[in-house]
């Protein structure tokens, strides 16, 4: 079973794992309470359950949707820098730069496998965190152009220009979480995504589900109180490309962390057949001990990505021209918000659907 198993998964591409549901929530919830500007936080202080449920979206309604949409849309929830050969920090963040000089170059962690796609062979997290910032800031400035509502009729229309821009910003802030989160989890991060070459195979689901399925209700207060608390965050500087950039160089460094302290008692095994990759997981102790190993690392990573968040919604909501809140009162929730497909590259296909 554990062989056949093996000859599946060498014909799966690298999943868009995420942090897992409760992950992913309690990063966007916690950040909420990490916003400076005090018009923004007084509105977001209402909606730390909708901000956790978009930055979920990614994961449990896009996964489901069309081969094409899952297509370009599982590569922008990781990067793997080694398949154009660099470190995280030497990335460039011009994406037309590098699909122009990689393109149809040696695609470094697959042997005899050319880049074909770029944005697809290598992932491209950072750069639809970027976009989403941008369409949350063109909303927002499109708030400052509109009319506020002035009675209960127009408070929830959702034709109303100032509603339907409001909601489009909070919308893109949140779907935004999601991918700031996914840059804050070292798997996402590295070419060795579940920990095969390592002899850690299966560590990826391990680590950022399993193990965090044993925090307890305080997991939001223990995020935002680290998150307070450090002191080295260059990823809080430059653009949002280069903050994500930031954030993936301290990520992928804390690979080694987590694979030192995995409580494994038989290594994976990874072998080639016939061209084939054939897996066997590793063998660990029960979640709760690994809990135990990876809790301070967890705590810590998902904080990171609290704090980027929030100083990125603070910087929204600023380059907006801080555009008025209180008026916006609609009851509008985003439970399925459409698909956005990757502005930063050409995609020939037809989009049809939703």
């Given amino acids: 079973m554990k062989s056949i198993m093996g000859i599946i998964l060498s014909f799966v591409s690298i999943q868009a794992w995420a942090w897992g549901g409760r992950g992913h929530a309690s990063i966007c919830e916690a950040a909420v309470f990490l916003v400076q500007s005090e018009n923004l936080k007084e509105y977001l202080l209402n909606k730390p359950h909708m901000m956790g449920h978009l930055c979920n979206v990614p994961d449990i309604y896009w996964k489901g949707l069309s081969g094409e949409q899952t297509q370009h849309g599982n590569p922008t929830h990781y990067i793997n820098p080694e398949a154009i050969g660099l470190a995280a920090k030497d990335v460039p963040l011009d994406m037309k730069l590098l699909i122009t000089k990689y393109t149809g170059q040696e695609n470094m962690t697959r042997s005899g496998s050319k880049l074909s796609s770029v944005p697809m062979d290598m992932g491209s997290n950072w750069w639809r965190a970027d976009q989403f910032f941008r369409r949350a800031v063109e909303s927002a400035k499109e708030i400052k152009k509109s009319a506020a509502p002035t009675n209960y009729k127009e408070e929830q229309d959702d034709t109303l220009a100032f509603n339907k821009n409001f909601y489009e910003m909070v919308v893109a802030m949140g779907l935004m979480g999601h991918f700031v989160g996914d840059n804050g989890q070292p798997f996402h991060v590295t070419s060795d995504h579940d920990g095969y070459a390592a002899g850690h195979g299966g560590i990826h689901s391990y680590y950022e589900d399993t193990s965090v399925a044993y925090f307890g209700p305080d997991l939001q207060a223990q995020i935002v109180s680290s ?30 962390d987590v694979l030192k302290v995995d409580p494994v008692t038989k290594p994976s095994t990874l072998k080639i057949e016939r061209g084939m990759s054939l897996k066997t997981a590793a063998e660990r102790k029960p979640g709760k001990v690994g809990h135990e ?49 990757p502005d930063y590259y050409e995609i020939k296909e037809t989009k049809t659907d939703k």
């Fill in 293 to 341: 190993k990876f809790k301070k690392l967890i705590v810590t990573q998902m904080a990171r990505s609290a704090l980027l968040l929030a100083n990125m919604w603070d910087d929204i909501y600023k380059q907006a021209g801080q555009p008025e809140i209180k008026a916006y009162k609609s009851y509008r929730y985003p439970l399925t918000p459409d698909f956005v497909y």
């Fill in 227 to 256: 998150a307070k608390k450090l002191k080295k965050t260059p990823f809080l500087n430059g653009s949002p490309l280069e903050k994500m950039r930031a954030l993936g160089e301290i990520s992928i460094s804390e690979v080694k």
